[in-house]
């Protein structure tokens, strides 16, 4: 991408022109730290960035209603994380928890990465995958199919007797929370703390590459069967189709919004507090 400050030779300065995507985006950042009392300065700075990467520590509520993800802070919700929980009834499973990722309600377009399908619970969802730092997320069909939902981690706890899958005696005490069960877990993201979601959406029409990165474990006390887990940042690259590296946060090409909250994310744009260019 050409560099909008870089000086020519010669007794002129030449104009180096940005793509009409990225200059769309730099534009609406520009709009919300107007309205967040910002100094352009800093907006303009950014001008020669290619990812923005938001840190944020966001839970994601059990049963509380799902985390809107708006990537690049347009006000559109570009993916929802919920995570759900419920008791089975009689002989079924004890309970049942599921984080889910799904994507933004008209936007066909948006898809996560991953592959297989959890049929467990009587519907077929694609398994979103935990990818590791450094990863490259970029075009790939194989793993960017369509689906507007997919399960990143399943956590069952089974009291009938016998348990299913044979698995044994069960425990009738189950259902109080008050003895140990037989359990399983589905997808790849339990007991991780800084794995990330592979994210395609776009911006005016055109693909651009994210990353969500999430903490999931299970929970504790009278949450035992539950699964807990947070939004701890996200990123995107403004370049499109470019693909992004998972975890990359710094550099002269990245810059750092101010930590996300839950209020900030439902208040998209006019939620960016101020721009710093990273170090």
Same mark, same amino acid.
């Given at each position: 991408?050409? $560099?909008?400050?870089?000086?020519?030779s010669?007794a002129?300065?030449?104009t180096?022109?940005? +793509?009409?995507?990225?200059e /769309?985006?730099?534009?609406?950042y520009?709009?919300a730290?107007? !309205?967040?009392?910002?100094?352009?300065?800093?907006? !303009?700075k950014?001008?020669?960035?290619?990812?923005? %990467? *938001?840190?944020a520590v966001?839970e994601?509520?059990?049963n509380?209603?799902?985390?809107?993800?708006?990537?690049?802070?347009d006000?559109i919700t570009?993916?929802?994380? +919920?995570?759900? #929980?419920r008791?089975? *009834?009689?002989?079924?499973a !004890?309970?049942?928890a599921t984080l889910?990722?799904?994507?933004?309600?008209?936007?066909?377009r948006n898809?996560?990465?991953g592959r297989?399908?959890?049929t467990s619970?009587?519907y077929?969802?694609? #398994?979103a995958s935990a990818l590791?730092?450094?990863?490259?997320?970029?075009? $790939? /069909?194989s %793993?960017?199919?369509? +689906?507007?939902?997919g399960? =990143? &981690?399943?956590?069952?706890?089974?009291?009938q $007797?016998?348990?299913?899958?044979?698995?044994?005696a069960g425990?009738?005490?189950?259902v109080? &929370?008050?003895?140990?069960c037989?359990?399983?877990t589905?997808?790849?993201w =339990?007991y991780t703390k $800084?794995?990330?979601?592979?994210?395609q959406?776009?911006?005016n029409?055109h693909i651009?590459?994210g990353?969500a990165r999430?903490?999931?474990t299970?929970?504790t006390?009278?949450?035992?069967?539950s699964?807990?887990?947070?939004?701890t940042?996200?990123?995107?690259? *403004?370049?499109p189709?470019?693909?992004?590296?998972t975890g /990359?946060?710094k550099?002269?090409d990245?810059?750092?919004l101010?930590?996300?909250?839950?209020?900030?994310l439902?208040?998209?744009?006019?939620?960016?507090?101020?721009?710093?260019?990273?170090?």
């Open positions: 991408m050409p $560099n909008s400050r870089q000086r020519h010669g002129g300065r030449g180096a022109r940005l +793509s009409p995507e990225l /769309k985006s730099l534009t609406a520009a709009g730290a107007v !309205a967040a009392g910002v100094s352009l300065l800093a907006v !303009a950014s001008a020669d960035a290619k990812i923005v %990467y *938001t840190p966001v994601i509520p059990i509380g209603g799902p985390v809107l993800l708006d990537l690049n802070h006000g570009d993916f929802i994380l +919920s995570n759900i #929980f008791f089975g *009834t009689g002989t079924s !004890a309970s049942y889910f990722v799904g994507t933004g309600a008209g936007n066909t898809k996560f990465w297989g399908v959890d619970r009587g077929v969802f694609r #398994f590791r730092s450094g990863f490259s997320v970029g075009a $790939n /069909k %793993y960017f199919q369509k +689906s507007p939902k399960v =990143m &981690a399943g956590l069952d706890v089974w009291y $007797n016998p348990l299913p899958h044979g698995r044994g425990s009738a005490s189950c109080s &929370a008050t003895a140990a037989a359990s399983g589905e997808g790849q =339990m $800084n794995r990330y979601l592979g994210l959406f776009t911006i029409g651009h590459y990353w999430v903490a999931v299970r929970g006390g009278r949450q035992k069967f699964i807990l887990a947070t939004l940042g996200y990123a995107y690259e *403004t370049i189709k470019k693909p992004i590296i /990359k946060t550099g002269p990245v810059v750092t101010e930590p996300a909250t839950l209020g900030r439902g208040q998209g744009a006019s939620g960016i507090a101020a721009w710093r260019k990273q170090k």
